[in-house]
């Protein structure tokens, strides 16, 4: 069973979309709960850590239908 390896290139735009879409979901997620939700800094911490996994995955699927 043959696996073709990503190029280079590949591998780094996956890597700059998993970046970007962690940074910006964790933000969103953090303003969220901090101005909608009213949480303190705990409450807000959790949801940041919600929005950097989807951020992730949102991401990923972003890479991948970059690369075709």
Known sequence: M???EPSPQARGVT???IFV???VG???FWALGDSVF???FFGSFL???IG???GVYG???VAQKLAG
């Open 2 to 4: 043959a696996t073709s």
């Open 26 to 28: 964790s933000y969103a």
């Open 15 to 17: 890597k700059l979309c």
């Open 47 to 49: 949801l940041s850590g």
């Open 38 to 40: 009213g949480f303190e």
């Open 59 to 61: 991401g990923w699927k």
């Open 52 to 54: 950097s996994v989807l």
């Open 21 to 23: 879409g962690t940074t």
